[in-house]
């Protein structure tokens, strides 16, 4: 992506419209997986649309993914970060560390399957060894994250005085890593009532937040680019009165 299409970007973010009327609270640490299809013309992205009664973005159309727990820094993987992965994982964080890092992305994997039903890794005859009850549908259906096939693509912290605010780490994996699925975990009761397959270039056509359309731009510049682990990584923050997009 060249420096202009990373200023209108940041221009994008800086006036987007906000409410910042609410007290000031820390960033909680996040993840979410944009699942990727290229095995058509045109790649394609998994969307997720919100249950309307929500009281955080009702209806909205958003990446799968949430809250990093206790646990999921132990879960066992087939596979571990690429070593550019990890390093950009970890970089501006308060207590850099594998075990950081490795929860991060584990939290991404355990939220598309709580969300979607969708088990990304590989399966096996040997159940993983699983570190709590959040992921014991891994070890039902006997399937491994498999960390070296995600690529860490954005992050970008909310600003400060929203209702919630996340430090949002944004990973990406291929359609191929699915190896379990799950019936029945999107629906009218559910989290996600929706699923749908978008061409990464038309996606932004749907109702979702300003970063969420920010961020399936670059997105699309990683896969023109080729998508090695190497390559940087926009992290996108809020100074003193606009957004900044730094990269990792």
């Known amino acids: 992506m060249g420096s202009n299409d990373g200023d209108r970007l940041l221009k994008r973010m800086s006036e987007m419209?906000?409410?910042?009327?609410?007290?000031?609270?820390?960033?909680?640490?996040?993840?979410?997986?944009?699942?990727?299809?290229?095995?058509?013309?045109?790649?394609?992205?998994?969307?997720?649309?919100?249950?309307?009664?929500?009281k955080f973005m009702p209806g909205k159309f958003v990446f799968p993914g949430g809250r990093i727990e206790?646990?999921?820094?132990?879960?066992?993987?087939?596979?571990?970060?690429?070593?550019?992965?990890?390093?950009?994982?970890?970089?501006?964080?308060?207590t850099p560390s594998r075990e950081f890092a490795r929860g991060m992305a584990l939290a991404a994997v355990r939220e598309m399957a709580e969300e979607t039903g969708l088990l990304l890794g590989v399966k096996t005859d040997v159940p993983p060894q699983t570190p709590g009850e959040i992921w014991t549908e891994f070890a039902k259906a006997s399937v491994h994250p498999d960390l070296g096939q995600l690529h860490f693509i954005a992050r970008?912290?909310?600003?400060?005085?929203?209702?919630?605010?996340?430090?949002?780490?944004?990973?990406?994996?291929d359609a191929t890593t699915i190896a379990h699925r799950i019936e029945g975990m999107v629906g009218p009761d559910s989290e996600l009532v929706e699923l749908v397959w978008a061409p990464i270039e038309e996606a932004a056509q749907f109702d979702m937040?300003?970063?969420?359309?920010?961020?399936l731009e670059e997105l699309a510049a990683r896969v023109a680019a080729g998508m090695a682990h190497g390559l940087p990584v926009p992290f996108y923050h809020m100074g003193s009165d606009k957004f900044y997009r730094e990269l990792l």
């Open 156 to 173: 970008a912290i909310t600003p400060p005085k929203r209702p919630k605010r996340f430090d949002t780490r944004f990973f990406t994996a």
């Open 209 to 215: 937040p300003t970063i969420t359309s920010v961020v």
């Open 17 to 54: 419209e906000r409410d910042q009327s609410f007290p000031d609270s820390e960033p909680r640490d996040a993840a979410t997986i944009m699942l990727i299809d290229r095995a058509g013309p045109q790649a394609k992205v998994l969307l997720g649309r919100r249950h309307h009664g929500h």
């Open 70 to 94: 206790a646990h999921d820094s132990a879960m066992t993987a087939v596979s571990e970060l690429h070593p550019d992965t990890q390093a950009k994982l970890i970089a501006r964080v308060g």
